[in-house]
């Protein structure tokens, strides 16, 4: 089959190229994908770059989200049928050993933290810039008429990945007041409705450019307030906001800058779930008192590094709680996608350049052609 490969293994976007790769084969339990779009994120852009280490014997096929009709499934599959239209998540970097979970995460030291690939401790994994993707029969959902394929490829990862951050984790609730990172990124418009739906109170969003707030305050179920960090103390913003109490829930993908004006930012009992660090996971001095005092809660969180049935769970869960209400930009749900540009996959690099620009507000979505 024809993929995305990158050349030596790793390095620029200029690496990039369409090649040919092995056409996977389903197992028990698993679904076999004919690939007609996917999405890209910012976890393609560190493992094209060699710092999403895989353990051996894994695909090196980048992505992760995918639009397509299923070909071929696997033993025991019984609920999917060939020429069935779906869209999914590829499947975690997981393996098992003696009933314990080996996680794969970001920036390993060394390749030699993972056990022996046998049968008894398989790598279920493999990428979706590809004609084919292997998929657990739980990571994919049936794609409903009034979504494009577009459409459809670019809701399984930042949906997914907003919605375990603020549903799962965090537990938003009607009446809590949030404040969402990175908003015009597609997680952060995707957790801004998210919490909308759900019944925030206010969700405050920060971005870096005045096009990116107008946008977000623009949108439907937009963000209902907006700061521009580089220019505004956000935890001075939301006070005002909230009436000096603070938030309840916050989403960061920022860390080492934000980490002292997000603890403030928080109200008793505050909830945040971290999921990455853009400006640095180090901080040097802060004052642990008001995580005590507040009895603020703090989780980090991963998704592609998840075992098969806890996607599986999430995805069930997501589908019936959330996934109904999302249409596309033009439609009239409560949660809609936002796609800012579709490349076909002939350019793959000046996609990838596009995002690490970080011009893209909404989803980058790539064509096979």
């Known amino acids: 089959m024809r993929a995305i490969l990158v050349k030596d293994g790793k390095g620029h976007a200029e690496n990039l190229y369409l090649g040919e790769a092995e056409k996977p084969v389903p197992g028990p339990g698993n679904v076999l994908v004919k690939v007609k779009f996917f999405g890209l994120n910012r976890m393609d852009i560190l493992q094209r770059e060699g ?34 239209e779906v869209l999914g998540l590829a499947a975690g970097l997981v393996c098992h050993t003696h009933g314990r979970e080996s996680i794969v995460v970001l920036t390993l030291p060394s390749q030699d933290m993972f056990p022996e690939r046998s049968a008894d401790n398989p790598y279920t994994t493999q990428g979706a810039y590809a004609e084919y993707i292997i998929a657990p029969r739980g990571n994919i959902i ?82 209902t307030h907006v700061v521009n960090y580089k220019e505004q103390d956000f935890s001075v913003e939301v006070k005002k906001t909230t009436g000096g109490k603070g938030v ?19 109200a008793y009992d505050g909830r945040m779930t971290m999921l990455a660090f853009l400006s640095g996971a180090e901080v040097e001095k802060f004052n642990l008192a008001p995580i005590l005092y507040k009895r603020l809660r703090i989780q980090g969180s991963t998704l592609r590094a998840r075992s098969e049935s806890y996607q599986a769970d999430l995805v069930a869960r997501f589908k019936k709680e959330a996934f109904d209400h999302i249409t596309g930009a033009s439609g009239d749900g409560k949660v809609r996608t936002y796609i800012h540009k579709v490349y076909p996959w002939t350019e793959i690099q000046e996609a990838h350049r596009e995002m690490e620009a970080n011009n893209n507000s909404g989803k980058i979505i790539v064509e096979i052609v």
């Not at 919605?163 to 969402?180: H, R, T, Y």
């Not at 916050?250 to 403030?264: M, R």
């Open 51 to 84: 710092h999403y280490p895989l353990p051996p014997g894994a695909s090196s096929i980048l992505g992760v989200e995918f639009s397509g009709h299923v070909e071929q499934v696997g033993e025991g599959v019984t609920e999917w049928h060939a020429g069935d």
């Open 142 to 223: 049936k794609k409903p008429a009034h979504l494009s394929w577009a459409e459809a490829a670019s809701i399984p990862e930042v949906f997914l990945t907003a919605f375990q951050a603020l549903v799962v984790l965090a537990e938003v609730k009607k009446g809590d007041d949030v404040l969402i990172h990175a908003g015009a990124s597609g997680v952060g418009i995707a957790a801004i409705q998210l919490a909308r739906l759900y019944g925030a109170n206010t969700v405050t969003a920060t971005a870096s450019t005045k096009d990116k707030l107008d946008m977000l305050l623009q949108l439907p179920s937009g963000a």
């Open 248 to 266: 309840d829930v916050i989403i960061d993908f920022v860390g080492q800058s934000h980490w002292n004006k997000n603890i403030d930012s928080l």
